[in-house]
């Protein structure tokens, strides 16, 4: 089993930055792929950026430029450093992880991102 615990998420103003934070904990898991997703108010969770092992990163278009993924593997954990952030960024934001040994993915409990006009 694994568990994810994100943190970071806060209320911001627009154009502002904040950095979120995941962290796999458990034993016996090998995590691939680490990423970050998103749930807006009305729509469905969406990808926001992904990243191997190995560094190879992934972005949704709406937040290239903008959102920085990255990881530590010795850590297992994931970070998204949010910058130029719109009030259309306020979602409930969610990491999830690949174990390439039970293969499954795994889910975080959310952090709420709130951006103020």
């Known amino acids: 089993q694994v568990q994810l615990v994100e943190s970071g998420g806060a209320l911001v103003q627009a154009g502002g930055s904040l950095r979120l934070s995941c962290v796999a904990s458990?034993?016996?898991?090998?995590?691939?792929?680490m990423g970050w997703y998103r749930q807006c108010p009305g729509k469905q969770r969406e990808l926001v950026a992904a990243?191997?092992?190995?560094?190879?990163?992934n972005y949704a278009d709406s937040v290239k430029g903008r959102f920085t993924i990255s990881r530590d593997n010795a850590k297992n954990s994931v970070y998204l450093q949010m910058n130029s952030l719109k009030p259309e960024d306020t979602c409930v934001y969610y990491c999830?992880?690949?174990?390439?040994?039970?293969?499954?993915?795994?889910w975080g409990q959310g952090t709420q991102v709130t951006v103020s006009s």
């Open positions: 458990g034993s016996g898991f090998r995590i691939t792929v």
């Open positions: 990243i191997t092992s190995i560094g190879i990163t």
């Open positions: 999830n992880a690949l174990d390439s040994i039970r293969n499954y993915a795994y």
